[in-house]
């Protein structure tokens, strides 16, 4: 099980040759410790416009700026999950968690689409936007519920790989595993909270926008 990250070792790695060879010497990393070198903190970067894109394709898909912020604030929620997990089997946050918490981003919003979706038709169908959220989560809970579980189950495995490319099949398996966990138990129930308040939002914005007079 490591107890340091990839980036520490690599620390210490030049730390020790700039200690120990001469100085006509010198080094320099390959394959995937060069990428990491390379990328740097780039990964959270890539996290945070990951999540600016599936905004900006759910709004175009919505034709509404507000309800796709339903789905997104429910993509935080996952990290509990994701920090717990890593806490308590000790893994460090590496190139690999890193990874993990982008492919976080697409499975935590996938559940809350799917609410917010049904949401938005029953709402065209009449509803109001309290009525509507609560049938949706109603009629999709079983359905999440069950695809989740299965997904859960499914990245056991990586869980406790054993051989060569454990160590990254265990840290990606964490990360996914209480990620998703977290996103099925703590971020469901606030799919329809999220959806009511921004359906608010955006009918008090649109309303506001309707009574600017027009020059």
């Known amino acids: 099980m490591p107890r340091f990250s990839s980036g520490q070792a690599m620390g210490m790695m ?62 935080p929620m996952s990290l509990v999950g994701i920090m717990i997990a890593l806490f308590v089997r000790r893994f460090p946050v590496d190139l690999y968690t890193q990874i993990g918490l982008v492919l976080m981003t697409a499975l935590a919003a996938k559940n809350a689409i799917l609410i917010v979706e049904f949401a938005r038709e029953l709402s065209a169908g009449g509803m109001t936007a309290e009525e509507a959220a609560v049938e949706a989560a109603r009629r999709r809970f079983r359905p999440i519920l069950m695809t989740s579980i299965a997904f859960i189950f499914g990245v056991l495995p990586l869980l406790t790989a054993r051989g060569a490319g454990a160590a990254s099949q265990q840290a990606i398996g964490t990360v996914v595993f209480g990620g998703m966990l977290a996103s099925t138990i703590l971020a469901m129930p606030f799919v329809p909270i999220f959806y009511i308040v921004m359906h608010r939002v955006g009918h008090r914005r649109r309303a506001e926008v309707a009574a600017t007079p027009a020059h």
Do not use: C
């Not at 759910?58 to 509404?64: F, G, N, V």
């Open 14 to 75: 030049e730390d020790f040759a700039h200690a120990r060879l001469p100085g006509r010497m010198s080094y320099e990393w390959t394959a995937l410790s060069y990428q990491e070198k390379l990328v740097g903190n780039q990964a959270y970067l890539i996290f945070a416009l990951s999540l600016i894109l599936v905004y900006l394709v759910l709004a175009a898909q919505y034709e509404s700026w507000s309800d796709p912020a339903a789905v997104i604030l429910t993509v």
